[in-house]
């Protein structure tokens, strides 16, 4: 496993949507005493019955609906992300709360096994301290989500935000720890180092990542030795949009424009391709176009804003890069301008590029295996149901595929074949709500559930039984027959 370059001891992010802003300095936290005291708070946050765990996560709740719009003005300053979208994460923490106490009263009761040779239960006992790496992308839900999984089923958890997104992670972490036990929840601040240090002390248990697939396939490597040690990916994908002739073109077009502008098309779910019977082509592109005309770079603070800057220069870089490669195929050329509404920051406009038979095959290689991570669109066309699910297939990864049709037998065809972990029909590929499960197939992550029921993951399963003729196991929390 490679190591990465040491973390800077501090270090300050500028806002990417106004270069001249810097926010206040963010220092490196020890990971060794990190681990100690969530080590600490482990036995005894354990030991706390569910409902009384519950109890604390709901006051922790409403310290995050206080600092709702500080929040989500917050995300919108450190990651660009337009202040409409910053509200609708934090929308989505807080209502994070209540699925996950239902999802840990449904899954973490002891089940009595009837049929048996002896009587017995499965119980789900604590793993322990959890590290949770969470990205600058959705730097608080999705992060939130793994966290509070674990922190009901009885597992500290260490937080390590994105250093791109440190502030404002830094704000809900104090809200998060200040209603808990002291251990219970700690913010880890820092970088890749940091990451790899925290993800595999001994101590850890249970890792959950956000990120992209080379390093989740790093993270795996450097922990093979440690076979008790969980370890859930959620690392991206290359997300389909397949348009069939019989589907709605216009919402088709609106879904595209949405799913791959939404955060800048900075999303492990945005709409990277869209592939469209060739019929009805033609059509398509035209009201694409016009989809795509109120996507204008703007302040990301602004109510009217519904497309940011990018999270970096690099990021920016690699935008202009792709867009300055000569080719007869732009069908809309995107632009990395550098300014919006007389800021300076990483702004640029949408970019959508045909590919075809002759499109060389080192651009199509990497525009096809590998996640751009920005408002760049390839669009193929195809002929039969068989030709667009061998295309929706021919990447790494498998996340989300959106499918427009009007018939019911054709997208249920189309879904048994694609290797996604979500399919929708007649729907955005960003259209992924706290109510489902969510994970991908292949390089997208190894299936560990990032939305609804990932609390089945995150404790031990223990089989207790006991001879007839003695006495019968009893559910947690019982009280032992004497």
């Given at each position: 496993?490679?190591?990465?370059?040491?973390?800077?001891?501090?270090?300050?992010?500028?806002?990417?949507?106004?270069?001249?802003?810097?926010?206040?300095?963010?220092?490196?936290?020890?990971?060794?005493a990190?681990?100690?005291?969530?080590?600490?708070?482990a036995?005894a946050?354990?030991?706390?019955?569910?409902?009384?765990?519950?109890?604390?996560?709901a006051?922790?709740?409403?310290?995050?609906?206080?600092?709702?719009?500080?929040?989500?003005?917050?995300?919108?300053?450190?990651?660009?992300?337009?202040?409409?979208?910053?509200?609708?994460e934090?929308g989505?923490v807080?209502a994070?709360?209540?699925?996950t106490f239902?999802?840990?009263?449904?899954?973490l009761?002891?089940?009595?096994?009837a049929?048996?040779?002896?009587p017995?239960?499965?119980r789900?006992?604590?793993?322990g301290?959890?590290?949770?790496?969470?990205p600058?992308?959705?730097p608080?839900?999705l992060?939130?989500?793994?966290?509070?999984?674990?922190?009901?089923?009885?597992?500290?958890?260490?937080?390590?935000?994105?250093?791109?997104?440190?502030t404002?992670?830094?704000?809900y972490?104090?809200?998060m720890?200040?209603?808990?036990?002291?251990?219970?929840f700690?913010?880890v601040?820092g970088?890749?180092?940091?990451?790899?240090?925290l993800?595999?002390?001994p101590?850890?248990r249970s890792?959950c990542?956000?990120?992209?697939?080379?390093?989740?396939?790093?993270?795996?490597?450097?922990?093979?030795?440690d076979?008790?040690?969980?370890?859930?990916?959620?690392?991206?994908?290359?997300?389909?949009?397949?348009l069939?002739?019989?589907?709605?073109l216009?919402?088709?077009a609106?879904?595209t424009?949405?799913?791959?502008?939404?955060t800048?098309?900075?999303?492990?779910?945005?709409t990277?391709?869209?592939?469209?019977?060739?019929?009805?082509?033609?059509?398509?592109?035209?009201?694409?176009?016009?989809?795509?005309r109120p996507?204008?770079p703007?302040?990301?603070?602004?109510?009217?804003?519904?497309?940011?800057?990018?999270?970096s220069?690099?990021?920016?870089?690699?935008?202009?890069?792709?867009?300055?490669?000569?080719?007869?195929?732009?069908i809309l050329?995107?632009?990395?301008?550098g300014e919006?509404d007389?800021?300076?920051?990483?702004?640029?406009?949408?970019g959508?590029?045909?590919?075809?038979?002759?499109?060389?095959?080192?651009?199509?290689?990497?525009l096809?295996?590998?996640?751009t991570?920005?408002?760049?669109?390839?669009l193929?066309?195809?002929?039969s149901?068989a030709?667009?699910?061998?295309l929706?297939?021919?990447?790494?990864f498998?996340?989300?595929c959106?499918?427009f049709?009007?018939s019911?037998?054709?997208f249920?065809?189309?879904?048994?074949?694609v290797k996604?972990?979500?399919?929708?029909?007649n729907l955005?590929?960003?259209?992924s709500?706290?109510t489902?499960p969510f994970?991908?197939?292949?390089?997208?992550?190894?299936?560990?559930?990032?939305g609804?029921?990932?609390?089945?993951?995150?404790?031990?399963?223990?089989?207790?039984?006991?001879?007839?003729?003695?006495?019968s196991?009893?559910?947690s929390?019982?009280?032992?027959?004497?």
């Amino acid at each position: 496993m490679k190591t990465p370059a040491p973390d800077p001891e501090s270090w300050s992010n500028r806002s990417p949507g106004d270069l001249s802003l810097e926010l206040p300095v963010v220092h490196r936290s020890d990971v060794c005493a990190s681990v100690a005291a969530s080590a600490g708070a482990a036995a005894a946050w354990g030991r706390l019955p569910l409902e009384g765990r519950i109890e604390l996560l709901a006051a922790a709740r409403s310290h995050i609906e206080v600092l709702q719009e500080d929040l989500a003005r917050g995300i919108s300053l450190e990651t660009g992300k337009p202040i409409r979208e910053a509200r609708g994460e934090l929308g989505a923490v807080i209502a994070k709360f209540d699925l996950t106490f239902a999802d840990a009263r449904a899954h973490l009761a002891d089940l009595p096994v009837a049929g048996g040779p002896h009587p017995a239960l499965v119980r789900r006992r604590p793993r322990g301290p959890a590290a949770v790496i969470a990205p600058f992308n959705f730097p608080l839900h999705l992060g939130h989500g793994a966290a509070l999984a674990h922190l009901v089923a009885g597992n500290p958890v260490l937080f390590k935000p994105s250093p791109l997104a440190a502030t404002v992670a830094g704000r809900y972490a104090e809200a998060m720890a200040s209603a808990l036990p002291r251990g219970v929840f700690t913010l880890v601040q820092g970088g890749a180092a940091t990451g790899r240090a925290l993800s595999l002390d001994p101590a850890v248990r249970s890792v959950c990542f956000t990120g992209g697939a080379a390093a989740g396939r790093a993270l795996l490597a450097g922990a093979a030795d440690d076979l008790g040690k969980e370890i859930a990916l959620e690392l991206g994908g290359k997300n389909s949009l397949i348009l069939c002739a019989d589907g709605d073109l216009r919402a088709a077009a609106v879904a595209t424009a949405e799913g791959m502008c939404l955060t800048a098309g900075q999303r492990c779910n945005a709409t990277s391709r869209v592939l469209v019977e060739r019929e009805v082509s033609p059509r398509f592109v035209e009201l694409l176009l016009e989809a795509l005309r109120p996507f204008v770079p703007g302040n990301p603070l602004s109510e009217s804003t519904r497309l940011g800057p990018l999270i970096s220069a690099a990021a920016a870089g690699r935008h202009r890069e792709l867009c300055s490669r000569p080719s007869p195929d732009w069908i809309l050329k995107g632009r990395a301008d550098g300014e919006a509404d007389g800021l300076r920051g990483h702004y640029v406009t949408p970019g959508v590029l045909r590919l075809g038979p002759d499109t060389p095959g080192p651009d199509r290689n990497e525009l096809l295996g590998t996640e751009t991570f920005c408002p760049i669109l390839t669009l193929e066309e195809w002929d039969s149901e068989a030709e667009a699910i061998e295309l929706n297939n021919s990447t790494p990864f498998g996340l989300t595929c959106s499918i427009f049709t009007r018939s019911e037998a054709r997208f249920l065809r189309i879904a048994a074949e694609v290797k996604d972990g979500n399919v929708y029909a007649n729907l955005p590929t960003t259209f992924s709500p706290s109510t489902l499960p969510f994970g991908g197939w292949g390089s997208s992550g190894n299936r560990r559930p990032g939305g609804r029921g990932f609390i089945r993951f995150v404790t031990e399963e223990q089989a207790v039984q006991a001879a007839r003729d003695g006495f019968s196991p009893a559910p947690s929390g019982a009280a032992p027959k004497p």
